[in-house]
């Protein structure tokens, strides 16, 4: 059975200050590794996805890494407006995701 | 790149009353398509998935049922609605015509009551 872990739960930071979610998988045919940003009361937003180990992709200050058990999403000098939910999924026949990280950035 | 429709965006239902939440999807094909739920501050939790109109799979024991009687048209239903159904529904679309990113509509806030 696939098992998505994200860790930490929450993620309190200062503006500007870097940090690193951590999403760990267990899944027989990865096909995809998807990231998303959730707000309150809304539909996850698509970030990126990852598709093969040592692969990484960048957006503006967000940065996403994968290897074969686990993948990163690297948060560099974060602003108040990068607070949200962020959710790790795995595709191999279906879509199954982590529990999310939510990151508050302080002004 | 895929578009998702989802409607109502809000629905209060009284206990014990029917449910139907329709999900449309466009731009693509043959999708893989899911039904999730998310309670407050929780993660997603997968309910239903389908590969193929008719093909449903079942998650999560529980007493909704969802139906794909056209390709790109996921029905999530319920006979009779429990105050546990509560809870913020979300459809979401992945694969078809090579496509293998994931694709989600704003979702339905449910509150039974």
């Known amino acids: 059975e696939d098992q998505v872990t994200q860790s930490p739960e929450a993620l309190r930071l200062q503006e500007g200050e870097s940090s690193s979610l951590n999403c760990s998988y267990t899944?027989?045919?990865?096909?995809?590794l998807f990231w998303y940003r959730q707000d309150p009361g809304k539909g996850p937003e698509f970030l990126f996805t990852?598709?093969?180990a040592g692969e990484e992709k960048e957006k503006e200050r967000l940065k996403a890494t994968l290897t074969k058990k686990e993948s990163f999403l690297h948060i560099t000098a974060p602003k108040p407006e990068d607070s949200a939910t962020y959710l790790c999924a795995v595709y191999d026949y279906k879509l199954s995701f982590g529990a999310g990280t939510t990151v508050t950035v302080r002004a | 790149s895929q578009t998702i429709h989802q409607w109502p965006a809000t629905l209060v239902q009284p206990v014990g009353s029917p449910l139907s939440l329709e999900c449309t999807v466009e731009g693509t094909s043959n999708p893989n398509l899911y039904w999730y739920r998310q309670a407050a501050g929780r993660g997603l939790q997968l309910l239903f998935y389908?590969?193929?109109?008719?093909?449903i799979s079942s998650e999560v024991p529980q007493n909704l049922s969802a139906s794909r009687p056209q390709d790109r048209q996921f029905i999530l239903s319920s006979k009779k609605l429990l105050l546990s159904d509560s809870g913020f529904y979300l459809c979401?679309?992945?694969?078809?015509?090579?496509?293998?990113?994931?694709?989600f509509g704003q979702g339905t806030r449910l509150t039974v009551v």
């Open positions: 899944v027989s045919g990865l096909r995809g």
């Open positions: 979401a679309s992945t694969g078809g015509a090579g496509d293998t990113e994931a694709f």
């Open positions: 389908s590969v193929g109109i008719g093909q």
């Open positions: 990852l598709y093969s």
